[in-house]
T-cell receptor, first 114, second 109 residues
């Protein structure tokens, strides 16, 4: 286990299609975060899991977005009926879960909606 | 509300010159401040955090609560310091990070 992994690294889809991204955190990391980054911006928080429980969702996360973390291991982020405005880099991060600890980031999934 | 401001989008210095990347924050409570760095074609990684008070790769940052700032400094910049730098804040119970827009540092030979 060499770090947080994300799959796929790139996804091109047509408007209206559904897409799903996967994140595998570092083993034994209890917390998992999803962020979104658009051009010229820093990453923006989307949602956060403590083990399998989704504890917070940003207002950025519309009803078309859903995230899961079954069994507290890997996580999936699904976007339904994609829109061009969903084009962004989707980043996953994980941390041990000890107070405010270091978040380790994955390489990201770049989504392009045509 | 949490907010992080990095006023410089781009910063260019010559090798050996001092460098300071500015970061100001807004948060009503007691924040945790971080600097993350992203080198070309690499993932985002932690550079330093204020509570550790460490110097990493020659960089230091001091939290100034009076000025609500957490500027990143290095006395002698190196070419390998060229990267995108993000200041980030964590506050509250969910431990999420609020990032600034980033500063692209270029160190010229």
């Amino acid at each position: 286990d060499t770090g947080v992994s994300q799959d796929p690294r790139h996804k091109i889809t047509k408007r209206g299609q559904n897409v799903t991204f996967r994140c595998d955190p570092i083993s034994e990391h209890n917390r998992l975060y999803w962020y979104r980054q658009t051009l010229g911006q820093g990453p923006e928080f989307l949602t956060y899991f403590q083990n399998e429980a989704q504890l917070e969702k940003s207002r950025l996360l519309s009803d078309r977005f859903s995230a899961e973390r079954p069994k507290g291991s890997f996580s999936t982020l699904e976007i339904q009926r994609t829109e061009q405005g969903d084009s962004a880099m989707y980043l996953c991060a994980s941390s041990l879960g000890l107070a405010v600890d270091e978040q380790f980031f994955g390489p990201g999934t770049r989504l392009t909606v045509l | 509300a949490q907010r992080v401001t990095q006023p410089e989008k781009l910063l260019s210095v010559f090798k050996g010159a001092p460098v300071e990347l500015k970061c100001n924050y807004s948060y009503s409570g007691s924040p945790e401040l971080f600097w993350y760095v992203q080198y070309s074609r690499q993932r985002l990684q932690l550079l330093l955090r204020h509570i550790s008070r460490e110097s990493i790769k020659g960089f230091t940052a001091d939290l100034n609560k009076g000025e609500t700032s957490f500027h990143l400094k290095k006395p002698f910049a190196q070419e390998e310091d060229s990267a995108m730098y993000y200041c980030a804040l964590s506050g509250g119970s969910n431990y999420k990070l609020t990032f600034g827009k980033g500063t692209l540092l270029t160190v010229n030979p």
